[in-house]
């Protein structure tokens, strides 16, 4: 098969349940791979045919995923006589609301092992609506207040690219956070020349009972 339609085969993997949860579930991965999906794509070498496969298969592929802990690997690998070569991890989800004052966040870690720069892997969070996404690509703690009560999926693609299969994308620390939300740093200076000014006002008038005494 040609790299570049490799390349293009990529985008149609990207596929949804339709059944979003309320919120992330199972982000440590502590009850295996529950209430996530996957879609892969493969060639048999010996017939030279292409598929695609998707939903709760991770039984059929299971070192295409692994897990360890609260680690999740996504593997390109040979599988008796078909090759693995592109793999989607996906969640379709609901944020849930946050309490006034609060943020929220989505913190995650991301490894990435390629073989050539041919390769590569995506994080995002995507909305099922609009299609706009947030690249998690990088790692990191992201943002996600803006995201709530829109239907979402949160998905992690690796696909090889140079015919070199044992490239790995590794997940782990995937959590959601809520934080109060700082004061803008303008209410500090009010609050901040507001007590001033009290603080004056308080002196000028204590000095002013004392010259009258």
């Not at 098969?1 to 990207?14: I, Y």
């Not at 496969?53 to 295409?64: E, K, L, M, N, V």
């Not at 947030?134 to 207040?145: H, K, N, Q, W, Y």
Request: charged share 15%.
């Amino acid at each position: 098969m040609k790299k570049t339609l490799r390349r293009c085969l990529l985008p149609l993997m990207l596929v949804c349940s339709g059944m979003a949860e309320a919120t992330l579930l199972n982000p440590d991965f502590s009850q295996g791979l529950d209430h996530w999906q996957a879609a892969v794509s493969w060639t048999d070498l010996q017939n030279g045919t292409s598929g695609q496969h998707s939903g709760d298969i991770f039984g059929q592929y299971t070192t295409a995923f692994s897990h360890n802990g609260a680690t999740l690997t996504l593997s390109t690998v040979q599988q008796q006589q078909r090759e693995i070569w592109s793999l989607v991890l996906f969640q379709d989800l609901q944020l849930g609301p946050v309490a006034s004052g609060q943020a929220l966040w989505l913190q995650l870690d991301l490894l990435a092992m390629l073989s050539s720069a041919d390769d590569f892997y995506f994080a995002q969070l995507r909305d099922l609506d609009s299609n706009d996404a947030l690249d998690l690509s990088s790692g990191g703690r992201f943002e996600v207040t803006a995201w709530i009560g829109r239907n979402l999926t949160l998905e992690f693609g690796l696909q090889d690219n140079d015919f070199v299969l044992g490239d790995q994308l590794q997940l782990s620390a995937l959590e959601l956070q809520s934080t109060a939300v700082p004061a803008p740093a303008s209410l500090v200076l009010f609050t901040t020349a507001l007590l001033l000014l009290w603080r004056r006002q308080r002196h000028l008038a204590c000095a002013g009972g004392k010259h009258h005494v």
